[in-house]
């Protein structure tokens, strides 16, 4: 299968990137975008197919990934339309753009469109992604893209009114963890580690958390009372932090996240 990606910024990257890693042969992926100089350097560097306009892209791919700007994706599908035929699936990881949208904007029954929403993480095949589709999408397309992006981390099925949580939870949170991680690691540093030492130590730890999160029957909560012991040295940390707000913060932290993307869309 062919995937082609119209538009190579910081998310199409990421995903050509984990499918490399996955094994993807560099000879099934092809890119386009407005800028020639970038797409072609981009194809180069990475050994992917550079198509020679948007058109002839949709012509060669089985699926087609758009990654542009949002206020783009109505001039993209009329071009690339004459392509568009029912064997053909149309993926869009564009912000606030439904799949109603895509499918009036398209104007071509039958087609089964895919809305996703990926997070960075893709890049090292450890990403999280929401998806939703047409009613043209069930059930083959959809799990087609399934396959593809389960290569590149988790896949959730979910409805798009959801879509700004999960934007919050999954798509900005790599930046609430990195800060932690910094403000774990600046303590360190206050102690007397380097830094390189105490962000290695605050991110190995993050990661096997997270791991542990995700193999357990238990609720995070309950495993924070596994590793509070009665006086200790943990439960001082945590009222500690608790005192100065951490979960209101993130949580003040996630309604601002829904609301910025509630309000671009």
Do not use: C, W
């Not at 791919?61 to 994706?73: G, Q, W």
């Not at 392509?83 to 089964?112: R, Y």
Request: net charge negative; hydrophobic share 50%.
């Amino acid at each position: 299968m062919k995937i082609g990606f119209i538009g190579v910024g910081h998310m199409a990257s990421a995903m050509i990137q984990g499918l490399l890693h996955a094994g993807y042969s560099e000879r099934d992926i092809v890119v386009h975008s407005a800028h020639q100089a970038h797409y072609e350097a981009f194809a180069q560097a990475n050994g992917v197919i550079a198509a020679k306009d948007n058109l002839s892209l949709a012509q060669t791919a089985d699926l087609i990934i758009l990654a542009v700007e949002p206020s783009l994706y109505q001039s993209i599908l009329t071009e690339i339309k004459p392509a568009i035929t029912t064997k053909k699936i149309i993926a869009s990881v564009l912000t606030g753009i439904t799949v109603a949208q895509l499918q009036t904007a398209l104007g071509v029954d039958m087609v089964p469109i895919v809305r996703l929403m990926p997070n960075v993480n893709v890049a090292i095949n450890q990403g999280m992604t929401a998806m939703q589709g047409n009613t043209a999408s069930l059930p083959e397309a959809r799990a087609t893209i399934r396959g593809v992006f389960e290569k590149l981390g988790a896949v959730m099925i979910l409805p798009e009114d959801k879509f700004s949580v999960f934007v919050a939870l999954a798509g900005s949170s790599p930046a609430f963890i990195y800060l932690f991680i910094d403000s774990l690691a600046r303590a360190g540093v206050k102690y007397g580690l380097s830094k390189a030492q105490a962000t290695e130590i605050a991110a190995q730890a993050t990661l096997g958390s997270a791991q542990m999160v995700l193999d357990a029957d238990q609720s995070p909560f309950d495993l924070i009372d596994q590793v509070s012991s009665p006086g200790g040295t943990t439960i001082a940390g945590l009222l500690a932090m608790e005192e100065h707000g951490l979960i209101t913060s993130v949580i003040k932290g996630v309604d601002a996240t829904i609301a910025k993307d509630e309000q671009g869309s």
